[in-house]
Structures are given as structure tokens and as C-alpha cells.
């Protein structure tokens, strides 16, 4: 493999996105080639700064205002004036019908998309924190143990961040009902936020298809978040992002069987 | 070393401050939007990156409210499945490019061919050394944002949608190039502000 050939692939090679046969020749290339090593080096470093120090900018709420405004007016044509009557008829039947989705919706809803929901929820709710986390990590054996006399169960996760998933830290937070454990995780600029609660009484996806560790899950997708739910002993794991589905799942593998 | 762009969006704009903008008649006349409510969900990101490719908060925020009234105004060409991420940037970027053309038009224009040549000029060296290294991570938020923007208009959108996490299908949508080209070019993007930031972070 040539150097100009092996430089384009580094990057790649470090997240693990590569092939295997081109994962391999760069395997043998690298070791041997200290100019495509200093050139890994330098690349991995400016990786870890723009997802350190580039500032994080959020859109301005006067832009939000105005593009969601635009957003939801209605593309519908002018309507009859027949059709406008029928319309507004619906429209109070919608109503009524909706008061009722909204007095009844938690049972109403189908298994899942409540859990679902609220996750998406929580985790926005991290994100507008000024400080999304209450304990800084300086590891797990850090954050778990500042959760003891904050909650009435220990939230079993071994997993204290790696290089890709780096731990940013820890807060007590809620989940539906109930009181949760709240890692916040980082990948690249994104923030991955796993709530873990009691996992009885919650109305649980009815399909679990996805492998996570020895527990089975269920990935749902909602407003552009991804999000894993799974069950492990009496314990519940929600994992939210807006980070590929594949990173998900990835964290979600290192987190189960905690000690 | 090419110098940072800033380009004024304010034509795109009917008139009175972004605030105040109304792109009503043409888009109202749809029969009916397919476009996902997701959409919006992109809003920071797309923000972001118009930061980056405007170098100004007002002009940026005029190309997002422009991409939104575009991305709105065309939804019935928005297929079903397709990636809404890839196309919202996809419209930002083209938007972006067509200031720029207009501009270059103009008598005192500068062109995107002017930074892409810049960038092609860049002779790129290994760094030299563990003192390149350290100065390269010593680098704060003001130096970094210097040294992107005096990268091309399309370097710094591949370095910052990828940081985004674009994959590279959806970078290669949004560039209208191959998957290819769009490793090379992210390569060479990042290689190059690796060099520019040595000389912003001394």
C-alpha cells in the first residue's frame, strides 16, 4: 500500500468503519512506515481538539421561531365554503378526539412509544442543561459511587467511557415515574445520554430483537433520535442520541453486566 | 493562504431583517407538505455550518431560514426514504455556492476557484516532531476557527459535516461527488488544517 492510499484510509481505520482486506494492508503499512505514523498521530490529535475545543454553536431562538413558524403553516389550498364548514366539523371532531388521545394516551399509546418518547425527552433535557452533568468524570469508579444515597438502587454499568465513547459524567434525573441514574456519553460532538431505572411496571416494547450483551433490546427512531431500550434483571437501559444508529449500538454492546 | 471568506447573503433576502422575512406565496400554493417534521431536528447543525461557510451570525441565519423556504418550497420532490439530513445540507451548501458565483460576477468578486487553488497549493509535510505535535494540541477554539476558515468553502463543510457525523454516502450527497472523492477530499481537508492550525497556534 502507498502512503497517499494509507493516509486517506487513517481516519477510517481509527473509527473501525474499514474493510477487512484494507484494514489489513494498512495493519501491515503503518507499523512499518513512520511518516503515515507521525501522520496518524497528527490526525488523532486534531480530532480529539475540534471535538474538544470547537465551539458548539446552537441556532439562535429567533431563528427557530421563524423557520418552525414557516414550517408549520399549512400547504392546504383555498377550500369551498362547503368544504370549509365540513372541515371545521372535523376539525372539532379531531379535537374531541384528541382530548381523549390526551386524558387517555398513556394507555393508549402502543407498547413502547411512551418509554420512547419520554427518552427523547430526558435527553433533550440534558442537552439544555447548562451543565448536562451534576459530577464530572474522572472515571466510573468516579460517577457511581457519587449515585449512592441518591437513589434506592445501584445502576449496574462497568463501562467508564473509552476513547470513542469518552464518559462525560453523571446526574440524577427521571425516567416516567421514577427516579434514574443519567450517564452522559460523548461521540464526536454528540452527546449519548443512558438513563437507568427500575425496570418493573413501565409499559416495555412488546419485540425485542436487538443482541445487547445477554439482553435483548429494542431500537426505535423519533424527531431524528435514535433510541436503544432494554431490560436487564430489575433493571431498565434507555440509550438516546442523534448519533448513527451503528455508534448506538456499539455503546449500547460495552455497557450490560455491570459490576 | 487563502484568506477567510465572508459573503453577504443579504440578496437572498427580500428585504428587512431576518427576523421579519416572509417567503410566503410561492410555497403556500403547495397542495401538501411530505416533508418530515424531522427536518427541523437539523436545525443547530445546519446553523453550524453556515456559521462556518458565512463567518457572520446574521448572514448565516439568512442561509438557513433560505434553505428552510427552499427545502419547503420544493417537498414534493423530496422522495419518500430519501435522507433529509443529506438534502437539507445538500440545499445549504448549493445555496452558499450560488452566493458566491453571483458575487464572483461581480467587479470586486472572489471566487471559490480562488480558495480551491489555494487549497491545491498547499505542499503538505508530515509534521516535524513532538513539538509540532504538542503545538497542534495546544490549539484553542479561536485558533481553530481561524484556520478553518481560511480553508475552502467545501474543505470546511466535509471537516465539519463529518464532525457532524455525516456518513460518507450522505457527505458525497451533500458534495455531489463520489464516496471516492469523498475520502480524498476529507483527507487532504483535514491535512491541510492540521498544517494551517500550526500557524494559528503559536
Redesign the interface.
Known sequence: MECTEA??????WRRGTLSAPLRAALEVHVPECE?CR??D???S??S????R????????E???R???A??D?????RLSRARAVARSVGAMALGAALTVLVLFGWHARAPGETMVAEAVSDHLRVLYRDRPVEVESGGIHQVKPWFEGRLDFAPAVSFGGDADFPLQGGSVGYFVDRKAATFVFK????LITLFVFRAQGLPWPAVASEHIGQARGTLRTS???HVLLWRDGDLGYALVS???ER?LKTLASKIPNGG | MASSSSVSLSFLLPVGPADSVCYAPRVREKPESPLPSAALDHLDALFRLARHLTGDDADAQDLVQETYARAYGAGLRFGVGSNVRAWLFRILRNLFIDAYRRRRNSPIGESLGDEESADNAVTLEPLRGDAELERLRGAVAEDIEAALASLSADARTVVLLDLEGLTETELAEVLGCSVGTVKSRLSRARAILRTRLLDYAR
Open positions: 493516509r486517506t484510509l487513517l481516519l477510517a511518516s507521525h501522520d498521530a497528527a490526525d490529535a486534531l480529539k481538539l475540534l471535538e475545543s470547537l465551539p458548539r454553536r446552537r441556532a439562535p429567533s431563528l427557530r421563524a423557520v418552525a414557516k414550517w403553516e399549512p400547504y392546504a389550498p461521540r464526536r460532538l454528540h424527531n431524528g433520535f442523534d448519533v448513527d455508534d
